[in-house]
């Protein structure tokens, strides 16, 4: 695949702004390229703009090669620049799932990029067979988020590679999920096909929603594309130093990812067990759907109640969902406890 042949003309042509700083990589020297004020307060200089100590814990945790890595602010920021890249405004277009993360739209729309909306099959997996339909030839972007937010659903890897087989543009394979699963990475095929990205993020198992890094992994030209067009400086010294000190803490993480998987599947049987719910769908996120017909009045209780949850009414497929994330321990026994409460107040009502 020519990757060259995707992009936009422009992207493809843009001289980049660049810094000294992105050349130079030694230790303790005078800097006097970036007009910053030469006193230090720990965070007069600015960050590393490629992130270099960063990536390289993550390469090593990710076992990928630190060519083929971005770091975004956020996740969020890495799907823009991939719309931005590759799609030409009023021209191009991208395929979404639904129920599925917003923000693909959202991105699409602020770029004036059209979006193919797909309904997912009743067994909540992308419609093959629609999408092959859809697709035509100023599709640029399919993205496929797995486990998907906010069904819980892992989108089988053997599905995943015959698409980027199939696809001339670029799958772009949403895993933010990915740590609560025994699921396979589509990391695993970024040596196989040029034209699938693999988003994870740092917010959910590793805890660091607060300092919004975003990871990308792809081939190596096209994470070159995506840093032509990302400002310079966007990931902050001090997310860099944080993240950096949480990634070595990995015995911490894997405990309390361990907790919240065995608590998800706690919260499953208990919540099976009201009368409130008419649907809870199994989860391999750090979340789980129910559907129930009370979903307004549901989701105003659990408000009143200070119990913040949401509410995820989107049919014809989810009507009347509202999606929990699992808490501590402490917090998901208050869920259940106001859970029980309406339950009771419900089933008394229609006696």
Same mark, same amino acid.
């Given at each position: 695949?020519?990757?060259?042949?995707?992009?936009?003309?422009?992207?493809?042509? $843009?001289?980049?702004?660049?810094? +000294?700083?992105? /050349?130079?990589?030694?230790?303790? +020297?005078?800097?006097?390229?970036?007009?910053?004020?030469?006193?230090?307060?720990?965070?007069?200089?600015?960050?590393?703009?490629?992130?270099?100590?960063?990536?390289?814990?993550?390469?090593?945790?990710?076992? =990928?090669?630190?060519?083929?890595?971005?770091?975004?602010?956020?996740?969020?920021?890495?799907?823009?620049?991939?719309?931005?890249?590759?799609?030409?405004?009023? /021209?191009?277009?991208?395929?979404?799932?639904?129920?599925?993360?917003?923000?693909? /739209?959202?991105?699409?729309?602020?770029?004036? =990029?059209?979006?193919?909306?797909?309904?997912?099959?009743?067994?909540?997996?992308?419609?093959?067979?629609?999408?092959?339909?859809?697709?035509?030839?100023?599709?640029?972007?399919?993205?496929?988020?797995?486990?998907?937010?906010?069904?819980?659903?892992?989108?089988?890897?053997?599905?995943?590679?015959?698409?980027?087989?199939?696809?001339?543009?670029?799958?772009?394979?949403?895993?933010?999920?990915?740590?609560?699963?025994?699921?396979?990475?589509?990391?695993?095929?970024?040596?196989?096909?040029?034209?699938?990205?693999?988003?994870?993020?740092?917010?959910? +198992?590793?805890?660091?929603?607060?300092?919004?890094?975003?990871?990308?992994? +792809?081939?190596?030209?096209?994470?070159?594309?995506?840093?032509?067009?990302?400002?310079?400086?966007?990931?902050?010294?001090?997310?860099?130093?944080? %993240?950096? %000190?949480?990634?070595?803490?990995?015995?911490?993480?894997?405990?309390?990812?361990?907790?919240?998987?065995?608590? @998800?599947?706690?919260?499953?049987?208990?919540?099976?067990?009201?009368?409130?719910? @008419?649907?809870?769908?199994?989860?391999? %996120?750090?979340?789980?759907?129910?559907?129930? /017909?009370?979903?307004?009045? $549901?989701?105003?209780? $659990?408000?009143?109640?200070?119990?913040?949850?949401?509410?995820?009414?989107?049919?014809? $497929?989810?009507?009347?969902?509202?999606?929990?994330?699992?808490?501590?321990?402490?917090?998901?026994? @208050?869920?259940?406890?106001?859970?029980?409460?309406?339950?009771?107040?419900?089933?008394?009502?229609?006696?």
């Amino acid at each position: 695949m020519e990757i060259e042949k995707l992009i936009r003309k422009n992207i493809w042509e $843009l001289q980049p702004y660049s810094c +000294a700083r992105e /050349e130079y990589e030694g230790g303790q +020297a005078i800097l006097l390229d970036a007009n910053e004020n030469p006193f230090d307060t720990g965070v007069n200089r600015y960050p590393d703009p490629y992130q270099r100590e960063l990536k390289k814990e993550l390469a090593r945790l990710k076992e =990928v090669k630190v060519d083929h890595m971005i770091l975004g602010n956020g996740s969020d920021e890495l799907i823009d620049l991939l719309i931005r890249s590759f799609c030409e405004p009023a /021209e191009d277009n991208i395929v979404v799932f639904s129920p599925g993360y917003a923000m693909y /739209e959202v991105s699409a729309a602020i770029n004036r =990029v059209g979006v193919k909306k797909i309904d997912l099959t009743a067994d909540l997996l992308p419609d093959w067979s629609e999408l092959r339909r859809r697709v035509d030839d100023r599709t640029k972007l399919i993205f496929l988020c797995t486990p998907n937010n906010p069904t819980g659903k892992v989108i089988p890897y053997g599905q995943i590679e015959r698409l980027c087989g199939e696809f001339q543009g670029m799958v772009i394979v949403d895993e933010a999920y990915i740590d609560f699963t025994d699921a396979p990475s589509a990391v695993h095929l970024l040596d196989k096909y040029r034209n699938v990205v693999v988003l994870q993020t740092l917010s959910k +198992a590793w805890g660091m929603a607060g300092l919004r890094l975003g990871i990308g992994l +792809a081939d190596p030209e096209v994470v070159g594309i995506l840093n032509r067009v990302k400002a310079p400086y966007n990931i902050g010294g001090l997310t860099q130093q944080t %993240a950096l %000190a949480l990634l070595r803490q990995y015995d911490l993480f894997q405990n309390r990812r361990t907790g919240i998987i065995l608590e @998800r599947e706690r919260l499953i049987r208990e919540l099976r067990g009201l009368g409130i719910f @008419r649907r809870v769908y199994d989860s391999e %996120a750090n979340f789980i759907l129910v559907i129930t /017909e009370f979903c307004q009045k $549901l989701y105003r209780y $659990l408000i009143a109640c200070r119990v913040v949850v949401r509410l995820r009414d989107i049919p014809p $497929l989810i009507g009347g969902g509202i999606r929990i994330t699992v808490g501590t321990r402490e917090e998901n026994d @208050r869920l259940l406890e106001v859970l029980h409460e309406y339950d009771n107040v419900m089933e008394v009502n229609t006696l």
